[in-house]
């Protein structure tokens, strides 16, 4: 069974960074990215940054290119998100995902997710 564990993620002033992490448990070794999406209440799921361990190339959204970074953890596989020049319209729930080399779908697995709030 696989299971994505997130945390880092909290509240923050805007201007301010933090940095999210993602790891996975499990049978992990068709894994062939990792990823990071966001939703604010009443909007629509958003993507963030990917992460594909092959080539490792990483992609990013339109409103956070720039501003975010993201990383494989060495040796684990697990992604981190930095997130810098942090600004309110950022606030969301914010879920790791992983997909399956081969697979149909972009990502099979999600996580619960973890909160992260941008005051003014």
């Known amino acids: 069974q696989v299971e994505l564990v997130e945390s880092g993620g909290g509240w923050v002033q805007a201007g301010g960074s933090l940095r999210l992490s993602c790891a996975a448990y499990?049978?992990?070794?068709?894994?062939?990215?990792m990823g990071w999406f966001r939703q604010a209440p009443g909007k629509e799921r958003e993507f963030v940054a990917s992460?594909?361990?092959?080539?490792?190339?990483?992609t990013y959204g339109d409103s956070v290119q720039g501003r975010f970074t993201i990383s494989r953890d060495n040796g684990r596989i697990a992604v981190n998100l930095h997130m810098n020049s942090l600004k309110p319209e950022d606030t969301a729930a914010y879920y790791c995902a992983a997909g399956l080399r081969g697979s149909s779908e972009q990502y099979n697995y999600w996580g619960p997710g973890t909160q992260v709030i941008v005051s003014p």
């Open positions: 992460f594909t361990f092959s080539g490792r190339v990483a």
């Open positions: 499990g049978p992990t070794r068709n894994f062939y990215k």
